[in-house]
Structure formats: structure tokens, C-alpha cells
């Protein structure tokens, strides 16, 4: 969605942003200001598809600024969801993840949800491009039919960025992290911390940390992370092609692994 840093009538710079996912965005964006959360870009004004929020200067990422985002983060996935797929209030149920189409629909059970309404849906769309191989998706399909035992123990539905790779997480001029374009969503929160380890984000271990100790994680989610990173890298092959079906066959051996032979 084309985007741009515009003056404002009082004096203030905004960020405005078009195309169809704005409604989507805004109601995100509203969904996601908690009061001990991450910093979230105030909504201005979200008009048809034109999105105004407020411009966040940027500076330089810092271990102080990396512990209070882990504890921040912690505090937003804290927050919770109706159901895992469920959609900001006032959000649209067809919304976006980056400039791909994602639906939120509602579920009950992690496993079955993230097969059915995650990753299924962009692994046939890939493989209908062509940025796939019938051998590429065959171990993500593997992985889809043995999700219930690769979950880990069963979480409650977070309150999740949904696209929290390292380009929406601006390190701001105040000190603060904050967090831009979500596709937010009620989801598994280890997917958000998997999702920032996939592109790098700085000081990663130091959120990490902070993370753990603010909200523990479950046993065994780091090696969980290849699970929860097969939906951003399949979202990739369906924008990008064929150039990140290595990584997505990487990832879904990586959860395999957690099971053994089947």
C-alpha cells in the first residue's frame, strides 16, 4: 500500500497510508494501545481506504529500550483474544498480512486453526504459482497432519501484532520501541516472537529475556520457532516466489524434528 509523511494542517507530521487494508490497520492499531503495551502510531483519521497516524521518529536500538519492548510485548499478548483468528473489534474479517489477503476466522483449537486458516491456505496458493513444488509442500502438509503434536502445551488466544518482523518494529527517537502495519489478529503468541527472529531484529535475546521473565514461555519453544515462522514464509512465497521456498522447506524439517518418524 503506497505510503507517505505528509504536514499536517497543525503543524505536526502523519504518515498516511492507502489502499483496501486500511480498515483493517486502524483497527488494529486501536486494538494493540494498551496502556503498559508497545507504543502503537495514534489513528488520526481512516476515511474509505485512506489511513492518517501519527509520525514516529526514529533513532538507535538500545538494550534499555529492547527490555522494556519485551515486558511491553508480554503485557499486549497478555491482553488476549476472543478466539485464536479473531479480528480486532470493528476490523473486517477479509484483512491483510502485508499486501497479501488474510482471514481472520474464529477457532477453538490452535492446531486445527493454524493449519486450516494459516498456512493451508497460502501453501496452495503457492503451489498453484508455481513458487512450489509438490516435493517443496509435501513436508509442510506433513507438518499441517501432525500439528496436535507439535503444538507444545496448549496456550490461551493472544493478542498478536500478526506481522512483527523487524521493518514494523521502529526504534523510537523517545526511547520507546514501536510497532507499525500490524495485522493483528487473535493468535499463539509464540508466533509474533518467531516471527521477529525470522528477518533479525536487534537485541533479540535481550526482548527475549525480558519476555520470559515478564510472561514464561512453555518448555520447548525455541524449538518451536520453525513452526510458527511456516506461515510469514509462506505469506513470502505467495508475494515473493520461489525464492523463499528453501527457508519454508527449512522450516517445516525444523517441526518435524519435534516428532520424530511418524
Known amino acids: 500500500m503506497p505510503v507517505s509523511r505528509v504536514a499536517l494542517d497543525d503543524g505536526r507530521n502523519g504518515v498516511v497510508k492507502t489502499g483496501p487494508g486500511v480498515q483493517a490497520e486502524a483497527a488494529g492499531l486501536h486494538w494493540l494501545a494498551l496502556p ?3 507504543a502503537v502510531p495514534r489513528v488520526l483519521s481512516c476515511d474509505g481506504n ?18 522494556a519492548f519485551g ?39 490452535w492446531p486445527t486453526w493454524y493449519a486450516e486458516h494459516r498456512v493451508l ?8 504459482a508455481g513458487a512450489l513444488t509438490t516435493a517443496d509442500a509435501r513436508p509442510v502438509e506433513d507438518v499441517c497432519a501432525r500439528l ?58 535481550v526482548v527475549r529475556s525480558a519476555y520470559r521473565d515478564a510472561s514464561p514461555l512453555a518448555p520447548g519453544w525455541e524449538d518451536r520457532v520453525g513452526l510458527h515462522q511456516l506461515f510469514p514464509l509462506l505469506v513470502h512465497v505467495v508475494l515473493f516466489g520461489a525464492g523463499y521456498a528453501a527457508p519454508t522447506v ?10 520424530g518418524p511418524s
Open 71 to 109: 515486558r511491553e510485548l508480554a503485557t499486549m499478548h497478555g491482553a488476549s483474544a476472543q478466539t485464536f483468528g479473531a479480528a480486532p473489534p470493528g476490523g473486517p474479517v477479509d484483512a491483510w498480512i502485508g499486501n497479501a489477503p488474510m482471514r481472520n476466522e474464529p477457532g477453538d483449537d
Open 36 to 38: 503498559d503495551g508497545p
Open 148 to 205: 496436535p503434536e507439535l503444538a507444545g502445551p496448549a496456550e490461551p488466544p493472544a493478542r498478536l501484532h500478526g506481522d512483527l518482523w523487524s521493518g514494523n518494529v521502529l526504534w523510537g527517537a523517545d526511547g520507546r520501541v514501536w510497532l507499525i502495519d500490524p495485522a493483528a489478529h487473535g493468535g499463539h503468541r509464540e508466533t509474533d516472537l518467531a516471527m521477529l527472529a525470522l528477518f533479525g531484529c536487534a537485541h533479540l535475546d
Open 250 to 259: 527449512a522450516a517445516a524439517h525444523s517441526a518435524l524434528r519435534l516428532a
Open 50 to 67: 485512506r489511513l492518517v497516524t501519527e509520525y514516529v521518529a526514529t533513532g538507535r536500538p538500545t538494550p534499555e529500550a529492547a527490555a
Open 121 to 128: 491456505p497460502y501453501l496452495r496458493t503457492a503451489r498453484d
